[in-house]
T-cell receptor, first 113, second 117 residues
Framework: GENVEQHPSTLSVQEGDSAVIKCTYS??????FPWYKQELGKRPQLIID?????GEKKDQRIAVTLNKTAKHFSLHITETQPEDSAVYFC????????????FGTGTRLLVSP | EAGVVQSPRYKIIEKKQPVAFWCNPI?????LYWYRQNLGQGPELLIR????????DSQLPKDRFSAERLKGVDSTLKIQPAELGDSAVYLC???????????????FGQGTRLTVV
């Protein structure tokens, strides 16, 4: 089955800096890669996703890149703000009409003012 | 639009006792998932429903866990008897039908934090 590894487990940055979180996956058939943000005690919420037919996707200060050959994808957050502090999870699944998301272990991002 | 609603939010029980969690998905979402999230880990899928049919329960510990979604809307997840290692957050999620086999976003509920003592 699919296995998703995520690094780093914790990331501390200063406000305004950029943050990068990286994930690798094992199943070459996976073609849908969402990123979820989970604030303490709250539900995971989708912040951006990418499908395997594109290499990069941007939404304001966040972007995701995908390298299918190397089977890795990354989340980039620019101009970080304290409210970006949360745990971020990457996930992978196959496009089969339903989701069987396999999540990474999460990255705790702390943005210091 | 109301989100995925779960209850209770918190539950503390003694080991060997039964416990049940309830989930009401977003209206119109035919796919419902139960995930378990251990402390410091990502969610792990326990079971997935398409309408009232459980189509993927390969990771559900069937000796003590059971789930149902009788009318294809609300769902309950039960543990009987609970063990200390079952302490975790149990998340319910739902997603709408996708077109042409594409995945659609999974919307999560707030979760039920279970503590087994």
């Amino acid at each position: 089955g699919e296995n998703v590894e995520q690094h780093p487990s914790t990331l501390s940055v200063q406000e305004g800096d950029s943050a990068v979180i990286k994930c690798t996956y094992s199943d070459s058939a996976s073609n849908y890669f969402p990123w979820y943000k989970q604030e303490l005690g709250k539900r995971p919420q989708l912040i951006i996703d990418i499908r395997s037919n594109v290499g990069e996707k941007k939404d304001q200060r966040i972007a995701v890149t995908l390298n299918k050959t190397a089977k890795h994808f990354s989340l980039h957050i620019t101009e970080t703000q304290p409210e970006d502090s949360a745990v971020y999870f990457c996930a992978a699944s196959k496009d089969t009409g339903f989701q069987k998301l396999v999540f990474g272990t999460g990255t705790r991002l702390l943005v210091s003012p | 639009e109301a989100g995925v609603v779960q209850s209770p939010r918190y539950k503390i029980i003694e080991k060997k006792q039964p416990v049940a969690f309830w989930c009401n998905p977003i209206s119109g979402h035919n796919t419902l998932y139960w995930y378990r999230q251990n402390l410091g880990q990502g969610p792990e899928l326990l079971i997935r429903y398409e309408n009232e049919e459980a189509v993927d329960d390969s990771q559900l510990p069937k000796d003590r866990f059971s789930a149902e979604r009788l009318k294809g809307v609300d769902s309950t997840l039960k543990i009987q008897p609970a063990e200390l290692g079952d302490s975790a957050v149990y998340l319910c999620a739902s997603s709408p039908p996708g077109g042409f086999g594409e995945n659609t976003e999974a919307f999560f509920g707030q979760g039920t934090r279970l503590t087994v003592v």
